[in-house]
């Protein structure tokens, strides 16, 4: 049974610019969260999606943004890249949400801002 | 808001050695506790999930419990190999379904 993909792993953008980053979550799972992991910060959560529709965001600028298709593969955008964006972002997925869930992380996309 | 608290921050210990690690919480109202294993610049591993119902977990040489009366967990380490070098993390699913993440602690498991 696959894990959770992410692409691409790595990624070097300039400040300005807009990234994509790509979620396949495990075939079955419903639901699908982004983290933000930066050395100084730690592990913050972006925002989770659940057939489709965005169930819960975390405190992100709004140049952070995401949607699920039907497939539940999920996508993660954020424009105007600054150098403060820099990190490892991480993708979760699990069967459903509630109490007796298990997230299931990716390899992670490691986005460089220059 | 919950805070997440993980202690020691690093830990060093010889080959062999059955090791405590601590995760302490200010909300008791979660839906789970999960433990996480992270290697250098990778993803997270999960290595074990407890209920918000249940008092602990065990998978081969690991051990979790869970007292949310005290807002505190600990991952128990048997035996341990340096293989078992890595970052772990304890995370919460707190009543929004997202997971709030200590800040891990760094183990070092000497040949």
């Known amino acids: 049974k696959a894990g959770v993909t992410q692409t691409p792993r790595y990624l070097i953008k300039t400040r300005g610019q807009q990234v994509t980053l790509s979620c396949s979550p495990i075939s079955g799972h419903r639901s699908v969260s982004w983290y933000q992991q930066t050395p100084g910060q730690g592990l913050q959560f972006l925002f989770e999606y659940f057939s489709e529709t965005q169930r819960n965001k975390g405190n992100f600028p709004g140049r952070f943004s995401g949607r699920q298709f039907s497939n539940s593969r999920s996508e993660m955008n954020v424009s105007t890249l600054e150098l403060g964006d820099s990190a490892l972002y991480l993708c979760?997925?699990?069967?459903?949400?509630?109490?007796?869930?298990?997230?299931?992380f990716g390899q992670g996309t490691r986005l460089t801002v220059v | 808001k919950q805070e997440v608290t993980q202690i020691p921050a690093a830990l060093s210990v010889p080959e062999g050695e059955n090791l405590v690690l601590n995760c302490s919480f200010t909300?008791?109202?979660?839906?789970?506790l999960q433990w996480f294993r992270q290697d250098p610049g990778k993803g997270l591993t999960s290595l074990l999930l407890?209920?918000?119902?249940?008092r602990e977990q065990t998978s081969g040489r690991l051990n979790a419990s869970l007292d949310k009366s005290s807002g505190r967990s600990t991952l128990y380490i048997a035996a341990s190999q340096p293989g078992d070098s890595a970052t772990y993390l304890c995370a919460l699913m707190d009543s929004s379904y997202k997971l709030i993440f200590g800040s891990g602690t760094r183990l070092l498991v000497r040949p």
């Open positions: 979760a997925s699990s069967l459903e949400q509630g109490g007796s869930t298990e997230a299931f």
């Open positions: 909300d008791s109202a979660i839906y789970n």
């Open positions: 407890i209920q918000s119902s249940q």
